[in-house]
């Protein structure tokens, strides 16, 4: 009995450990951005405007160190290039920070692009600083304009990119810009992963599944991810199995774990 007692113990405090470790981990509302400082530092691109390189980003967010097709949203101020600049990353869903840009219609651009990366640039200016270029528009550009203003009630969170903003922090040699964050794809359930890991410690019979993309899962993969999400394959199988009130949200945490090691959005009921 007090064999059985301690075990229930272990488990219940592997479960208590495991929610704590994954708060850092999962994705809440997307995107999750940091709250903190991270660095910028934008080249001129040919397919967008910047291509811009993020560093300094902390583990378990939607974005990360990396490189971003990036785009100007402030005319006035002229980027320096290929030096870091310190920015706060802010989501264009409703933001508290340039909240007069009229921002659905820069996400219906980002979603529907048209023509040379100039005529994209112009249409987003036309929103962010009400710029003509000399000349006028562009048929590309004007038609990506009078689609976005045709589509007012566009719901970003449907498109595959939405715009980050990315807002200098007291520095005079950066500009306004964003990023294009591309939104992965839903995450895999709290039963595929159970099925793949238990397949991995010899507990469950049968083959490793396959991603939606035809890639197959294997023993190092598997472990790949436990290591980033900072468990062993056997605490991540207790997670996955456990039973009891309450249990959906650990197991659901775990899977989301392991789906965010694995490049993927969390799994959609």
């Given at each position: 009995?007090?064999?059985?007692?301690?075990?229930?113990?272990?488990?219940?405090l592997?479960?208590?450990s495991?929610?704590?470790?994954l708060?850092?981990?999962?994705?809440?509302?997307?995107?999750?951005l940091p709250?903190?400082?991270?660095?910028l530092?934008?080249?001129?691109?040919?397919?967008?405007?910047f291509?811009?390189?993020l560093?300094?980003?902390p583990?378990?967010?939607?974005v990360?160190?990396?490189?971003?097709?990036?785009?100007?949203?402030?005319?006035s101020?002229?980027?320096?290039?290929?030096v870091?600049?310190d920015v706060?990353?802010?989501?264009s869903?409703?933001?508290?920070?340039?909240s007069?840009i009229?921002?659905?219609?820069?996400?219906?651009?980002?979603?529907h692009?048209q023509?040379?990366?100039?005529?994209?640039?112009?249409?987003?200016?036309?929103f962010?600083?009400n710029?003509?270029?000399?000349g006028?528009?562009s048929?590309?550009?004007?038609?990506?304009?009078?689609?976005?203003?045709?589509?007012?009630?566009?719901?970003?969170?449907?498109?595959?990119?939405?715009a980050?903003?990315c807002l200098?922090?007291?520095?005079?040699?950066?500009q306004?810009?964003?990023?294009?964050?591309?939104?992965?794809?839903?995450?895999?359930?709290p039963?595929?992963?159970?099925?793949?890991?238990g397949?991995a410690?010899?507990?469950?019979p049968?083959?490793?599944?396959?991603?939606?993309?035809?890639t197959?899962?294997?023993?190092?993969?598997?472990?790949?991810?436990?290591t980033?999400?900072?468990?062993?394959?056997?605490?991540?199988?207790?997670?996955?199995?456990?039973?009891?009130?309450?249990?959906?949200?650990?197991r659901?945490?775990?899977?989301?774990?392991?789906?965010a090691?694995?490049?993927?959005?969390p799994?959609?009921d």
């Amino acid at each position: 009995m007090k064999t059985k007692l301690l075990a229930i113990t272990t488990v219940a405090l592997l479960m208590l450990s495991s929610s704590m470790l994954l708060a850092t981990v999962k994705a809440t509302t997307w995107p999750n951005l940091p709250s903190t400082t991270v660095q910028l530092t934008a080249v001129d691109g040919t397919t967008s405007y910047f291509i811009s390189t993020l560093s300094g980003v902390p583990a378990g967010f939607d974005v990360h160190n990396g490189v971003y097709p990036g785009w100007c949203v402030d005319r006035s101020v002229t980027m320096i290039r290929s030096v870091a600049h310190d920015v706060k990353l802010y989501s264009s869903i409703s933001p508290p920070v340039l909240s007069s840009i009229n921002w659905i219609a820069v996400n219906y651009i980002l979603n529907h692009k048209q023509g040379t990366m100039m005529d994209v640039q112009n249409a987003i200016w036309h929103f962010t600083d009400n710029y003509t270029p000399p000349g006028g528009f562009s048929a590309a550009a004007q038609a990506m304009i009078d689609a976005a203003d045709a589509n007012p009630s566009y719901d970003p969170t449907t498109g595959a990119i939405l715009a980050i903003i990315c807002l200098p922090q007291d520095d005079p040699g950066a500009q306004n810009s964003i990023i294009e964050l591309t939104k992965l794809l839903p995450g895999y359930t709290p039963g595929f992963w159970k099925h793949n890991i238990g397949v991995a410690l010899g507990y469950n019979p049968g083959n490793y599944s396959a991603f939606n993309d035809g890639t197959k899962l294997t023993e190092a993969m598997l472990q790949g991810y436990a290591t980033t999400v900072g468990v062993t394959l056997q605490e991540a199988y207790d997670a996955l199995t456990a039973k009891g009130p309450g249990m959906d949200v650990v197991r659901a945490d775990m899977a989301n774990a392991f789906n965010a090691a694995a490049g993927y959005g969390p799994f959609e009921d």
